[in-house]
């Protein structure tokens, strides 16, 4: 029987390397596939989708156990991923150590982008608590998604962009022209922590998969792709 796992594309390279390592091992069938947090938690809630394992922040597990759709007592706990500032690879690293800092550092960018998601709503939030939404709006672009936006950063974006976005988001692009240049100040920091879990649909089959992703092998997978 193969064995489905379905996570927030935050998850998406520490469950791939976890999976396809499993199952290199001899582990088993898993299928793997992923999708924005929030349409997982409403599409679990509302019975439109089913996955046996869930990997989702802890509010959203939280909802899913409230409605007995999780196994009690099946959850691991993987770490944060916090909202980061990328740059192109090979440019200088600004400093952002302290929000005057951070606020320099976008004054003296040549662009800024981040997505319409829940990360780049946080990050207009922020810009606008900064008193820098009217300043900045000129060389700000938004994307829809993480993807676009790195893809815009390795690629048309010019010199001195700033790109905004999750920490394992990011991280998927270190090898494609895009480098993690450190997270937001502490004053403003954004970290969402993750969960593993088992749903309440999850067969007996599920035990080994789910075992592996909580043991040290696995991870090591969620480590390197940003989750601390």
Do not use: C, W
């Amino acid at each position: 029987m193969t064995i489905t796992i379905l996570t927030a594309g935050a998850l998406k390279e520490g469950v791939a390397n976890a999976a396809n390592t499993f199952m290199a091992a001899g582990g088993g069938s898993v299928a793997a596939s992923f999708t924005h947090g929030a349409d997982i938690r409403d599409g679990i809630l509302d019975g439109a989708m089913d996955a046996h394992i869930l990997g989702l922040p802890t509010d959203m597990m939280d909802a899913l156990a409230a409605k007995e759709l999780l196994t009690k007592g099946a959850r691991i706990e993987l770490g944060a991923i916090r909202v980061a500032v990328a740059i192109k690879s090979g440019e200088t690293v600004p400093n952002i150590a302290t929000v005057d800092a951070f606020k320099k550092a976008m004054a003296a960018a040549s662009q800024l982008i981040y997505t319409t998601a829940p990360s780049g709503e946080y990050m207009a939030g922020v810009i606008e608590d900064l008193g820098l939404a009217d300043a900045l709006v000129a060389k700000t672009m938004r994307f829809g998604t993480g993807a676009e936006v790195n893809e815009h950063l390795a690629g048309p974006g010019p010199a001195g962009t700033l790109a905004f976005g999750v920490s394992t988001e990011i991280t998927f692009y270190r090898d494609q022209g895009v480098a993690l240049a450190g997270y937001l100040p502490p004053e403003i920091e954004s970290s969402t922590p993750y969960q593993i879990a088992r749903s309440a649909t999850a067969p007996p089959s599920a035990d080994d998969f789910f075992d592996y992703l909580e043991g040290a092998e696995a991870q090591t997978f969620f480590t390197a792709s940003g989750v601390e």
